[in-house]
């Protein structure tokens, strides 16, 4: 039994990042369940217990909050409120699951704190202006004047091949579908990326990369596009160069959405539960007639405006007849409050 990098530095081929025909690695006889592209394997059950952590301490994030009363959302305040922390603390739980199991690339760095980059405004002229292809080769000073910077989720160095990865991991790319933010994103991103390698070298004991790369990873796994730098989660086995990453970040997902559906039902049911109590009070509620006599009807008198001016007639009419009437005396306006009207035709 030979193991798969073994396997490739037999047959003297390289494994290559996106390969997946010749220079594909054949999977060994003892692990004939999954299909070996690379010479690194994680499965679930050796990173089980850190992304249940993981899971166990976003939902606790999640649970932490404490909502403010909405004369709005009322009962259901407490829903969106998870609706809310969920859309924030699983971008967070991905990122730290991809930082756990891209630790079985021995030749994998991922860097997550202290990520600020700079945007060189050279850098955001060039992007800006430019086809991103005609930029390759470029390296800008990290030190050069800025206007503003751009926080990765996560820098990935593949220390073996001298390349390095922006990666920026959203929960779902759905929002930014018919929005420019996502090409504000990418500019930021490129802009970044051409500054990296001296930042690499000046902030990260003088890490020399040959080559930067951008990729935001959709983690619903919605179609990928990567000549515009959008890769789905269930690729990031290529991007890591490991085996069975994307089956893990799928189970990590299912178990994070069940747990998250059981908190949601939990605060539904709560919800239900006072909406309930208040159709009880409401239907032992005392209803009090409104005056006849009411001048003022918010919602527009019922009858039309020929009626209203037939009916407002007799009324004068009536008052003159009263003793004791002061002829001289102004009649009060009638002003009719209400909803907006189409004129009557004549």
């Avoid at 509620?285 to 527009?300: D, E, Q, Y």
Wanted: with cysteine.
């Amino acid at each position: 039994m030979i193991d798969a990098a073994e396997a490739a530095a037999a047959s003297g081929l390289r494994p290559r990042l996106f390969g997946f025909g010749r220079n594909a690695v054949p999977a060994p006889v003892r692990d004939p369940a999954v299909l070996r592209r690379h010479p690194h394997l994680v499965r679930f059950a050796d990173v089980e217990a850190d992304l249940d952590l993981l899971i166990n301490r976003a939902i606790n994030a999640i649970m932490d909050g404490e909502p403010a009363e909405d004369e709005i959302l009322g009962h259901y305040v407490n829903i969106a409120s998870l609706v809310r922390a969920v859309s924030f603390r699983e971008g967070k739980l991905l990122e730290q699951a991809v930082e756990r199991v891209a630790k079985a690339n021995p030749s994998i760095l991922v860097l997550t704190q202290s990520l600020k980059l700079p945007l060189v405004k050279a850098a955001m002229e060039a992007v800006t202006g430019n086809d991103w292809s005609s930029l390759d080769g470029i390296k800008l000073d990290c030190e050069a004047p800025a206007k503003g910077s751009y926080t990765p989720d996560l820098i990935v160095v593949n220390r073996a091949r001298h390349t390095a990865y922006i990666l920026d991991v959203k929960r779902s790319l759905a929002s930014y579908g018919d929005t420019s933010r996502l090409e504000e994103l990418k500019l930021k991103m490129m802009a970044s990326a051409m500054v990296l390698p001296d930042w690499l070298y000046k902030n990260q004991k003088r890490l020399m990369v040959d080559a930067v790369e951008v990729a935001i990873v959709d983690g619903a796994s919605r179609p990928s596009d990567h000549a515009n730098g959008v890769w789905a989660l269930s690729e990031l086995d290529d991007l890591l160069e490991i085996d069975g990453v994307a089956a893990c970040m799928a189970e990590l997902r299912l178990r994070f959405g069940i747990r998250v559906q059981q908190l949601l039902e939990v605060e539904a049911r709560k919800a239900l539960g006072g909406k309930e109590q208040i159709a009880i009070c409401a239907s032992e509620a005392v209803i009090v007639p409104a005056p006849a006599c009411s001048r003022i009807n918010l919602n527009g008198p019922s009858r039309t405006f020929e009626e209203d001016q037939a009916a407002r007639s007799h009324d004068d009419d009536h008052d003159r007849d009263e003793p004791g009437v002061d002829e001289d005396e102004p009649t009060p306006a009638f002003i009719r409050i209400g909803f907006a009207r189409r004129p009557a035709r004549h």
